[in-house]
């Protein structure tokens, strides 16, 4: 059992380095089935996430070597292998198997995904987004049977801006024959890194970003050497503790344009932020500002990825806020921790009324999903006295090596392994 144990209060000051995304790598990690060649990939961060897809990469019979930062994935004997639960349970993104096999192999035989316990999360439009190219798809026992032989390009319109019903649809469409559309997408950055990665593969990918993806299918793929987009939710994260810790820190290989509606809120809260090339500075002075009302959106909207952090950051702020979270039914899990640590919060269905205390105290409390716990850390930050946070691996599952970095800018966080 792991647990990080903070001593709160202290202001930071320094320079990180931002991490590769981690919901580019997913889908990138994916994508390598496509093709028989090696694919080489740069800045591969160390999360728990990353290394159950190279469990399912390894079992689907490529052969993958990480060497410091750089992983190769040789996809010559690649293999159409069953995915069952024991792959698929540990995380979301085990489901862009099922794209990525429909488009190299034509079929696939996969178990339901599991992931962060956030909400529902249905796959119905990857499903029906894959029947609309001609995928025939039986669900039976907990498993999805799909048959992709008669798969022909053809228009997808998403109920949703889904960003993994996109991602399927587009591993699935690159190597099939005629024309794939997809409207309604999702615009994330990590989507346009993925068209961008498959397109150096040989792939005819365009309008990622925009609502409309627009996909050629070729025959084949070849191989590519890639390094991913930085952590927009990672670099929001260390953003937000600055502005509730107070003090000055700079976030290196940052993408200032991924994180525009995070930095007008932390602007308007109070915080001094600029930018120069690849570089973020964020100062904080004084106690933040509420902001009166926020939603969460799909991109470029306000991230439910960083909802929990900034509900913490709302929690010490000057006044009453609202959060409205519109994409998951149960991402409040942090709340009762957070009021564990003095924090005053209702929440009523999909809405949270926040009003901002002095001080919150530190306490023992538990990582419910990798986002709630990264706003539980800020959290103990900021706190006064000590906060325990338990089942961490949940953190760790998109971090890397957040004790040590966070040491670094001057706060007092320990990893403990019991
Ligand atoms: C991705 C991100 C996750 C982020 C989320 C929303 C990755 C690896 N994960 O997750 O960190 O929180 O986007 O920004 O990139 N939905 C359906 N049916 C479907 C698919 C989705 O109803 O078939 C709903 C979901 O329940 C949710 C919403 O659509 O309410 C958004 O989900 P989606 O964009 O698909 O999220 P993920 O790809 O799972």
Not at 65 to 76: F, P, Q, R, Y
Not at 234 to 262: F, P, R, W
Request: charged fraction near 20%; glycine fraction near 10%; hydrophobic fraction near 40%.
């Amino acid at each position: 059992m792991k647990k990080f144990l903070i001593n709160g209060g202290n202001t930071l000051s320094g320079q990180i380095e931002i991490e590769s995304s981690k919901n580019s790598l997913l889908p990138i990690l994916a994508g390598t089935i496509l093709t028989e060649d090696k694919c080489i990939i740069h800045n591969l961060p160390n999360f728990l996430d990353i290394q159950n897809m190279i469990k399912i990469l390894n079992h689907t019979g490529l052969n993958c070597i990480t060497e410091d930062k750089t992983l190769t994935v040789d996809g010559s004997n690649a293999n159409c292998s069953e995915l069952g639960l024991e792959l698929t349970s540990p995380l979301r993104s085990s489901i862009y198997a099922m794209g990525a096999y429909l488009g190299r192999f034509k079929k696939a035989k996969i178990s339901y995904p599991g992931g962060c316990d956030i909400g529902l999360r249905p796959i119905d439009l990857h499903l029906r987004g894959l029947k609309d190219l001609g995928a025939k798809i039986i669900e039976q026992h907990g498993n999805i049977y799909c048959d992709g032989s008669k798969m022909k390009g053809g228009k997808v319109f998403l109920d949703f801006p889904s960003v993994g019903a996109t991602v399927n649809i587009m591993l699935a469409g690159v190597l099939t024959e005629g024309v794939t559309t997809i409207f309604n997408c999702a615009k994330e950055p990590e989507i346009v890194d993925l068209q961008n990665f498959l397109n150096s593969m040989g792939a005819k990918v365009k309008g990622a970003g925009s609502s409309t993806i627009i996909i050629k299918g070729v025959n084949k793929l070849h191989g590519v050497e890639w390094t991913p987009i930085s952590d927009r939710i990672v670099a929001g994260t260390y953003m937000i503790a600055c502005a509730m810790c107070g003090g000055k820190i700079s976030l290196d290989n940052c993408i200032y344009e991924h994180n525009q509606y995070l930095i007008n809120l932390l602007s308007r809260v109070g915080c001094n932020i600029s930018h120069k090339n690849k570089n973020i500075t964020i100062e904080s002075t004084r106690r933040p500002k509420c902001i009166q009302k926020i939603e969460t959106m799909p991109y470029p909207a306000f991230a439910t990825d960083l909802q929990p952090q900034f509900m913490a950051l709302q929690c010490i702020s000057t006044g009453n806020s609202i959060i409205v979270e519109n994409l998951y039914e149960t991402r409040y899990k942090h709340v009762p921790e957070l009021i564990k640590m003095g924090a005053n919060i209702i929440v009523k269905n999909q809405t949270a009324f926040v009003s901002g205390v002095e001080r919150l105290y530190g306490a023992e409390v538990r990582a419910s999903d990798l986002r709630a716990g990264a706003g539980l850390v800020l959290a103990g930050l900021c706190a006064k006295g000590y906060t325990t946070i338990n089942s961490i691996e949940h953190i760790l599952r998109g971090y890397e090596n957040l004790d040590t970095k966070l040491q670094s800018i001057g706060a007092d966080i320990k990893l403990i392994d019991e």
